[in-house]
């Protein structure tokens, strides 16, 4: 396989535009008459204020809930260097409503988050055992190079803005099931098409999809996305493997999930 097997498509994406009004509003009570016999004086209703905006979390508050290598011991946990570029890149889906999961496999999170925070899990590749054969041990070398890598990323939104972001994912795999192209300067990426993966239960919604991915020459890529909201944080999963066919990450997404509460 070409080394464009890792190779990602990138844009920018419009913000999700939030607002949440809420307004109480309570009565005065009125005051008896001094006078014998008086009527009380109605008192002019008093609107009580604006309720405050609900907060989401800052990237210091999220931070502590990433999953660690003492979750993930049969992983290597480290800080995801590929979020950090992900922002830098400017491509353009042929279909905006596909610009949420070109979003997301680009590591840039969707909307204006409060806070963000990432890290990546990496497969540990099998040892092999004591006294195996050259052929087992070059076997066992070259499982070690078909790990899957997941990017894990952590989205605190204010409002209502996670319900927002996941509503736009989801929508996204239904509307560009059929594939889109993302076109980043002189060179094109055809996303063949996005397709459901096994269902994963977990936080208040969830969402599990794949996608392949056309690496032309006869090649192709199958990558893995999970998308978990628990209240106001979003935790995104993106899955791939250097063979081209990544596994859904349920080690990582269960004990992300479980660290979300």
């Not at 509003?25 to 609107?47: M, R, T």
């Not at 992900?86 to 610009?99: R, V």
């Not at 078909?146 to 994912?169: H, I, M, N, P």
Request: charged share 20%; aromatic share 2%; with cysteine.
């Amino acid at each position: 396989m070409r080394t464009t097997a890792v190779r990602r498509a990138v844009l920018t994406v419009s913000a999700l535009s939030l607002t949440l009004l809420a307004t109480a509003c309570g009565s005065g009570s009125g005051d008896s008459g001094a006078e014998a016999g008086g009527k009380a004086d109605p008192k002019q209703s008093a609107s009580a204020p604006a309720a405050a905006a609900a907060k989401g979390k800052s990237a210091a508050e999220l931070a502590p809930l990433l999953v660690t290598q003492a979750d993930l011991p049969e992983h290597k946990v480290e800080p995801d260097a590929a979020a950090k570029a992900g922002a830098e890149q400017n491509a353009t889906p042929d279909k905006a409503e596909c610009k949420p999961l070109v979003q997301l496999q680009t590591l840039v999170p969707l909307g204006k988050p409060a806070g963000t925070a990432t890290v990546a899990a990496t497969e540990k590749p099998k040892k092999p055992a004591e006294g195996a054969s050259v052929e087992d041990k070059l076997d066992a070398l070259k499982g070690g190079l078909a790990v899957t890598r997941t990017s894990v990323g952590l989205a605190s939104y204010d409002d209502k803005g996670a319900q927002e972001a996941f509503g736009a994912l989801k929508a996204a795999t239904t509307a560009c099931a059929g594939g889109y192209t993302v076109t980043q300067g002189t060179e094109s990426t055809k996303i063949e098409k996005v397709g459901s993966s096994a269902a994963v239960t977990a936080g208040d919604e969830s969402l599990a999809y794949n996608t392949v991915m056309d690496l032309k020459d006869g090649d192709k890529a199958t990558m893995q996305f999970v998308v978990v909201r628990k209240g106001d944080t979003l935790a995104t999963f993106y899955a791939m493997n250097v063979t081209g066919e990544a596994a859904q990450p349920k080690a990582v997404v269960e004990a992300q999930a479980k660290k979300l509460g």
